[in-house]
């Protein structure tokens, strides 16, 4: 419960705060009145104020959508962590940081970067298939070759057959 709190109360100080400073009190008389419909105090000036467009239109959308998007990142790094059972993973590990960047590298050289629509979302979306490729990739050759029990077997010897098996370097030996 208090957890929704803090979420609501920073929600409140996230629409409040920009070039043109609200009060916090309108902010939260205006997110009530715009949301549930209940009248808190006198709105008779706020609801067709300039507060209201700058609050409903402008910074409303961003804070919902940055909420969305941390708590993506948050969910793709708990699987992460859970996946390869470390609290420190991070995307260097499968490599998808180097497969992002080979991607990416791959759509500059290819000319996917001019201009248009293509040039836009050519770029980040021969990242994402940089990066979803590493990690199939690395996925698929752990599950072929089983080296997730051998791995956990050979515990601290496993870093000589790790460094054999090392795909980010092989994958950023490309992206230079």
Known sequence: MMLIAAVGCSVIFAVSIGQVSIPFTE????????????????????????????IWQIRLPRVLMAMIVGSGLALCGTVMQASVQNPLADPYIWGISSGDSLGATFSIMVGFGAAGIIGEMGIAMWAFVGAIGAAGFVLILASICDLTNMFATLGTLSFPLLKWLDFTGFITCFTF
């Open 27 to 54: 902010s939260y008389r205006i997110l009530i009145y715009q949301l549930t419909g209940i009248e808190i105090g006198d709105l008779h000036g706020l609801t067709s104020g300039t507060f209201v467009d700058i």
